[in-house]
């Protein structure tokens, strides 16, 4: 229901701005989870999430989203500037826009190997792709 509730709200948004003011790009921290993004076809989603994989703990996606609106371009761990071990890292994680509709994509903090317990963080957006020009 929250779900469907967001994907109105997403279309009445476009509905009534247009998409002149749609922003080609968009860079998303830990502290934007639950957000809406609009973007025109071609645009892209760049997600960056803090962690320390030398805790176990890793940013898994949960689920699939829908290929048809948006595809990953990239994604990765972004390299400390140093040698020593315990240090965070920034996992990067990228998504191109490439049709009309809208996906929810998901990921979880967790350890992999504890799939029976709850992960101790989630991060959710909710992409809404308008192709119109």
Request: aromatic share 10%; net charge neutral.
């Amino acid at each position: 229901m929250k779900f469907l509730l967001a994907v109105c709200l997403s279309a009445a948004f476009l509905i009534f701005t247009g998409c002149a003011s749609l922003p080609d790009s968009v860079v998303l921290s830990e502290k934007d989870n639950g957000q809406i993004v609009h973007l025109p076809e071609g645009g892209t989603v760049t997600i960056e999430l803090p962690g320390n994989p030398s805790t176990g703990y890793m940013w898994v996606l949960k689920g699939t989203y829908d290929e048809a609106v948006v595809i990953m371009t990239g994604d990765f761990m972004e390299k400390p500037d140093t040698s020593k071990v315990g240090v965070p890292v920034k996992k990067i994680v990228k998504f191109k826009a490439v049709g009309n509709g809208t996906a929810g994509i998901t990921y979880e903090y967790r350890r992999p190997w504890e799939s029976n317990k709850a992960p101790e963080k989630t991060f959710e957006i909710l992409i809404n792709v308008n192709s119109a020009k």
